[in-house]
Nanobody, 125 residues
């Protein structure tokens, strides 16, 4: 199994930045897509951004496009999410995930078999 450990969450004021990290332990060739999801209280878990870890192709939800950047360091087996211009609406628990979806751009929850523990991101106005 691929184990994912997240870090970097915290509290920040609107307009600020945070960088989330997700360290993976396992064979990177058992999956080709990694993604960040978020879930606010009372809402469904939603995909934020995703990346083909071997080719580097990236995809974003419209709500974060232009503000968030997903990247992957193959040498370190680490996924990152750079979050800039944060808004209160970005407040949620953020999860990293790994899997082999047919299309990495779809970010369907059931297509990802490995998940991080979640890290809280709180953005105050």
């Amino acid at each position: 199994q691929v184990q994912l450990v997240e870090s970097g969450g915290g509290s920040v004021q609107a307009g600020g930045s945070l960088r989330l990290s997700c360290a993976a332990s396992g064979n990177a060739y058992t999956y080709r897509c990694m993604a960040w999801f978020r879930q606010a209280p009372g809402k469904e878990r939603k995909g934020v951004a995703s990346i083909y870890i071997h080719s580097g192709g990236t995809f974003y939800d419209a709500s974060v496009k232009g503000r968030f950047t997903i990247s992957h360091d193959n040498a370190k087996n680490t996924l990152y999410l750079q979050m800039d211009s944060l808004e209160p609406e970005d407040t949620a628990v953020y999860y990293c995930a790994a899997g082999r979806p047919l299309l990495c751009s779809d970010r369907t929850v059931t297509d990802f078999g490995s998940w991080g523990q979640g890290t809280q991101v709180t953005v105050s106005s």
